[in-house]
């Protein structure tokens, strides 16, 4: 029975060591780790990047621990950790007081938490006093400049293939444009027309890769944002710009109904003269003195329209007057 009570003197002995141990090694790496659940502490701006975890529920120093065996497990715990500037602890009959400089409230907390879980601990008096950080310190900014820095490293490879994608789905726009003109070209005889419909094709073209980007960067709300968006912003552009919109809706109109042609003769809004061109906007004519006027699409396409082209066989009407001192006059 003596045997048996040694060994397991022994094992006791040795499972105690086992989770000094374990606990020595693991109390930097917890302290330096995120927090995830209530009473956490958050990070703070003491050293560059350094997060915490909230103190252990239950730190063994043995089965029944001393004062001196929490002091010496305190003292060396926050000695390790080398958040604390001159630490100091003093336990009398499980309570512990712990003083010294810290530099933000939440490493005061983190060090209140941490000896108020350790075993056998009654009560803790926490004197520790939080550093004012001088108007002078640079730290913050500078932590702030390298977790910028870190960041704009991060993306780099992400900026790498939106650029990639991006000129991939520019050429790819650019080729359905092409493309939609030459199957356009035998359908369709308006050649404005033609190209709103084949730049309608490569913008989305263009527009799939944008949203192909912002997925693949993580940014899927936004993704979904600009391609539902979309219509919401052509309806604030189409209201803001009117007249811009109404003339290019009429120069589509024109372009579909054909009342003239290049080169035809005719009279738009008091305006006679040839037809040069029909863009986006206006409508060109040169007129019979040799001078070019633009006409906007929407004046054209609510305006009375003649064209003398179209139909060669017309009358016209002729003022030809005659004096009266005119020797053909008796003969009319």
Not at 49 to 59: G, I, N
Not at 150 to 171: E, I, M, N, Y
Not at 223 to 238: E, K, N, Q, R, S
Not at 255 to 265: C, I, K, T, W
Request: glycine residues 8%; proline residues 4%; hydrophobic residues 45%.
């Amino acid at each position: 029975m003596q045997r048996i009570g040694c060994r397991r003197r022994k094992l006791i002995m040795r499972a105690v060591l086992l989770v000094a141990v374990y606990s020595l090694l693991i109390f930097p790496v917890l302290a330096q780790n995120p927090s995830s659940t209530t009473g956490e502490p958050r990070q703070s701006n003491t050293t560059a990047s350094e997060e915490f975890y909230a103190a252990p529920v239950k730190v063994d120093v043995n089965p029944v621990a001393r004062d001196e065996e929490i002091f010496r497990r305190l003292q060396s715990v926050l000695e390790a950790t080398n958040w604390f500037t001159d630490p100091q602890v003093r336990v009398e009959e499980g309570v512990v007081f712990l003083r010294g400089q810290v530099e933000s409230e939440v490493l005061k907390k983190w060090a209140g938490d941490l000896a108020r879980n350790t075993q056998d601990v009654v009560a803790v008096v926490n004197k520790m006093e939080v550093i004012e950080p001088s108007a002078w310190d640079f730290r913050p900014a500078w932590h702030g400049l390298l977790k910028l820095w870190h960041d704009v490293v991060r993306s780099f490879p992400f900026f790498v293939f939106g650029l990639f994608t991006l000129a991939l789905s520019a050429g790819a726009g650019i080729l359905a444009t092409k493309t939609t003109r030459i199957f356009l070209q035998g359908r369709i005889r308006t050649k404005l027309l033609k190209n709103v419909i084949a730049r309608g094709v490569g913008g989305l073209v263009v527009l799939c890769g944008a949203y192909l980007i912002l997925r693949v960067s993580g940014l899927t709300q936004l993704a979904l944002t600009v391609v539902g968006g979309t219509g919401l912003i052509g309806l604030i552009i189409g209201i803001a710009f009117r007249d811009i919109t109404e003339n290019f809706l009429a120069s589509i109109f024109l372009s579909m109904q054909r009342p003239f042609e290049n080169g035809d003769l005719v009279v738009i809004a008091g305006e006679t003269g040839y037809v040069q061109q029909l863009n986006m906007r206006t409508t060109i004519l040169m007129n019979l003195s040799g001078n070019l006027v633009q006409i906007p699409n929407s004046s054209v396409y609510k305006s009375n329209l003649r064209n003398f082209t179209t139909t060669p066989n017309r009358r016209e009407e002729f003022m030809v007057g005659i004096g009266y001192d005119d020797p053909q006059r008796s003969k009319i």
